[in-house]
Nanobody, 123 residues
Framework: VQLQASGGGLVQAGGSLRLSCAAS????????MGWFRQFPGKEREFVAA????????YYADSVKGRCTISRDNAKNTVYLQMNSLKSEDTAVYYC?????????????????WGKGTQVTVSS
C-alpha cells in the first residue's frame, strides 16, 4: 500500500485544516486507516483511526471533539478534519494503514506508512 498525505500547512490558533491521505496498491475498503503525529524528539502518537467500512472511529483524548476522521472508499482517500487548532497540535502528521479491518490499537501495529505532512499552528 502506498500512502500520500497532504493538506498540512501553517494556520493560526483556532483555525482549521483538513488533511487528506490517498492510498493505492491494495483494496482500500478492506483496511483500517489511521492518523498519527510526531513531535520533535518524541515517538509517534495516535490521533484518530477509522475502520475499513467507516463504521467505527477512534480518537485520542487530546483531539476528541476537535477532529473528525472520515474516508471515501470510492476515492481511496481518508481525511482528518481538524478544528479549533492549538499550538500544541503542531507536529508532523502521518497516515497509516492496517491490514485488518479495525484499528489494532497501537502505532506499532500499523503495516504501512506514508510520508508526513507538517502542521504548524501559530499562537
Amino acid at each position: 500500500v502506498q500512502l500520500q498525505a497532504s493538506g498540512g500547512g501553517l494556520v493560526q490558533a483556532g483555525g482549521s485544516l483538513r488533511l487528506s491521505c490517498a492510498a493505492s496498491g491494495r483494496t482500500f475498503s478492506l483496511i483500517a486507516m489511521g492518523w498519527f503525529r510526531q513531535f520533535p524528539g518524541k515517538e509517534r502518537e495516535f490521533v484518530a483511526a477509522i475502520s475499513a467500512r467507516g463504521g467505527s472511529t477512534y480518537y485520542a483524548d487530546s483531539v476528541k471533539g476537535r477532529c473528525t476522521i472520515s474516508r471515501d472508499n470510492a476515492k481511496n482517500t481518508v481525511y482528518l478534519q481538524m478544528n479549533s487548532l492549538k499550538s500544541e497540535d503542531t507536529a508532523v502528521y502521518y497516515c497509516a494503514a492496517d491490514k485488518g479491518q479495525y484499528y489494532n490499537g497501537s502505532p506499532h501495529g500499523m503495516d504501512y506508512w506514508g510520508k508526513g505532512t507538517q502542521v504548524t499552528v501559530s499562537s
